[in-house]
């Protein structure tokens, strides 16, 4: 079973920025970042495919940027003018990579998980 790791979380002020890191499998093509505040279901902040293609939630558009380096096989998502309702554990997502296909922000849509990165913004 592949657990993927990330990095980067912590605490900061209100309108300031974080870049979370992620290792992912060389062979996935769907990546993404969701995040799951306490009471509240895991939700889909952005996804990347094999050939850069990104999406983002409504909320975090402008504001978060997620890429990869392929170099790497690591996954980032740069959050700026970050707000306290973007504070939630932060995950990482990849598929195995067999099909290429759409890839969309479903939890079911990833085979492979981190365990979490905890953002905190304080106002």
């Known amino acids: 079973q592949v657990q993927l790791q990330e990095s980067g979380g912590g605490s900061v002020q209100s309108g300031g920025s974080l870049r979370l890191s992620c290792g992912v499998p060389?062979?996935?093509?769907?990546m993404a970042w969701f995040r799951q505040a306490p009471g509240k279901e895991r939700e889909g902040v952005a996804v990347?495919?094999?050939?850069?293609?990104?999406t983002y939630a409504e909320s975090v558009k402008g504001r978060f940027t997620i890429s990869q380096d392929n170099a790497k096989n690591t996954l980032y998502l740069q959050m700026n003018s970050l707000q306290p309702e973007d504070e939630a554990m932060y995950y990482c997502?990849?598929?195995?990579?067999?099909?290429?296909?759409?890839?969309?922000?479903?939890?079911?849509?990833?085979?492979?998980w981190g365990q979490g990165t905890q953002v905190t913004v304080s106002s």
């Open positions: 997502a990849a598929d195995k990579g067999a099909v290429r296909r759409r890839c969309v922000m479903g939890v079911k849509e990833f085979n492979y």
């Open positions: 060389r062979s996935s093509y769907c």
């Open positions: 990347i495919d094999g050939t850069g293609a990104t």
